[in-house]
């Protein structure tokens, strides 16, 4: 894939485009997301949790959802302000102490210590291709199960909607359907 496919496929506007393009195909080799099927499950999925290559931080309200990050301790969040501190960041929304210890460690970075640096472009890139890598969402996607993808990304098949129109998207720009 090359920079002018990866914005038809994202549907992402020039600017955007330039901006993300240097990042993601650099991590995308470093996590061995290669094929055209991957690439295009994961700007789906990434553009979705990210809404649409915007956001490299959850947008804190902080809802109900939000308020219940702080004390989980299936996220790691154990010391007072934890919830708040260790948000959704990155392109696909790493969220939680354990998460941003494990992610900066797979990456050469203290998160812990810094986690705003998971907003920069170089570590929400690679951040969200380690989950990936992590998760191991390229076997869900070779096996072309997106529903089941998308429930191990967030949880639920929230978005799906959007997630689908994405993929089809990425799919078409990719001549796999």
Request: net charge positive; hydrophobic share 40%.
């Given at each position: 894939?090359d920079?002018?496919?990866f914005?038809a496929?994202a549907?992402?506007?020039?600017?955007m485009?330039?901006?993300?393009?240097?990042?993601?195909?650099?991590?995308w080799?470093e996590f061995?997301?290669l094929?055209?099927?991957?690439?295009?499950?994961w700007?789906?999925?990434?553009?979705?949790?990210?809404g649409g290559?915007?956001?490299?931080?959850?947008?804190?309200g902080?809802t109900?959802?939000?308020l219940r990050y702080?004390?989980?301790?299936?996220?790691?969040?154990?010391?007072?302000g934890?919830g708040k501190?260790?948000?959704?960041?990155?392109l696909?929304?790493?969220?939680?102490?354990?998460?941003?210890?494990?992610?900066?460690e797979?990456l050469?970075?203290d998160?812990?210590?810094a986690?705003?640096a998971?907003?920069?472009?170089d570590?929400?890139a690679r951040?969200a291709?380690?989950?990936?890598?992590l998760k191991?969402?390229s076997?869900?996607?070779?096996a072309g199960?997106?529903?089941?993808?998308?429930?191990?990304i967030?949880g639920?098949?929230?978005?799906?909607?959007?997630r689908?129109?994405?993929?089809?998207?990425?799919?078409?720009?990719?001549?796999?359907?």
């Amino acid at each position: 894939m090359d920079k002018q496919l990866f914005k038809a496929a994202a549907g992402l506007p020039q600017p955007m485009a330039d901006r993300w393009w240097p990042h993601v195909s650099a991590a995308w080799q470093e996590f061995d997301i290669l094929t055209a099927a991957r690439q295009a499950a994961w700007i789906a999925q990434v553009g979705h949790e990210s809404g649409g290559f915007v956001f490299t931080r959850e947008l804190w309200g902080p809802t109900p959802a939000q308020l219940r990050y702080e004390g989980r301790a299936d996220l790691g969040n154990t010391q007072p302000g934890d919830g708040k501190r260790f948000m959704g960041r990155g392109l696909i929304q790493i969220t939680g102490r354990a998460n941003y210890r494990a992610c900066g460690e797979a990456l050469g970075y203290d998160l812990v210590s810094a986690p705003v640096a998971l907003e920069s472009d170089d570590l929400a890139a690679r951040s969200a291709c380690w989950f990936w890598h992590l998760k191991d969402l390229s076997a869900l996607t070779d096996a072309g199960e997106f529903v089941r993808l998308t429930r191990r990304i967030n949880g639920g098949t929230n978005g799906l909607a959007d997630r689908q129109e994405r993929w089809g998207r990425a799919r078409r720009a990719l001549s796999l359907q």
